[in-house]
């Protein structure tokens, strides 16, 4: 729900500040146009990224062990100060264009489903990385007279819709690793009985 506001609330105020910006120079409809173009092409950018992450990268690659996905203790209290917990299930989770939801866990005692569920997690986390990096260089697309009353609030907007779930799936992968840990033990113990 917080992305959905974040969005409506930018897409509002961006288009109408662009309709200031250039009430005397561009008609309504081209201001329109332009606006309209640049958000679908940033959300198309961005659902190319998703893409290439989600489908044509092994999941060998987003394996829970590779340090690049796991945040360090300081990050991890970090996100604790920031009250992740607390907002986290208030924003949007589009697993599902993925076949793979990220907002429940079906089965905590099944390790190679939470095996799974931290691969999508990472493919997640990699996904919105890239993309925070994305949404800057999307800046540069724009012709330079948009740049800042078009680009610029575009970029920041979905930087920070992209940030927002780096975060939650950076504070999430710790819980993870102790869940599968648990999950291990237990089907361990399960298999010698």
């Given amino acids: 729900m917080i ?108 390790p190679e489903y939470i095996k799974k569920f931290i691969v999508e997690t990472n493919k997640g986390f990699l996904n919105h990385f890239v993309s925070l990096f994305v949404s800057i260089a999307c800046i540069f697309i724009m012709p330079i007279k948009f740049w800042l009353p078009m680009a610029l609030p575009i970029a920041v907007t979905s930087f920070v819709l992209n940030l927002i779930p780096v975060v939650i799936l950076r504070y999430n992968m710790p819980r993870l690793q102790i869940m599968l840990k648990f999950a291990e033990r237990k089907n361990l113990k399960n298999n010698d009985q």
């Fill in 3 to 110: 992305s959905l506001i974040i969005f409506l609330f930018a897409f509002v105020a961006i288009y109408v500040l662009n309709l200031v910006v250039f009430n005397n120079v561009l008609s309504v409809w081209t201001i329109t146009w332009i606006y309209l173009v640049a958000v679908v092409g940033i959300i198309a950018i961005n659902g190319v990224v998703a893409v290439l992450c989600a489908k044509f990268m092994p999941d060998k690659w987003f394996e829970g062990n590779k340090k690049f996905y796991n945040p360090s203790k300081k990050e991890c209290r970090f996100y604790e100060k920031l009250g992740v917990k607390k907002w986290k299930d208030k924003t949007a989770e589009l697993g599902a264009l993925n076949s793979f939801r990220k907002n429940n866990i079906k089965s905590p005692n099944d």
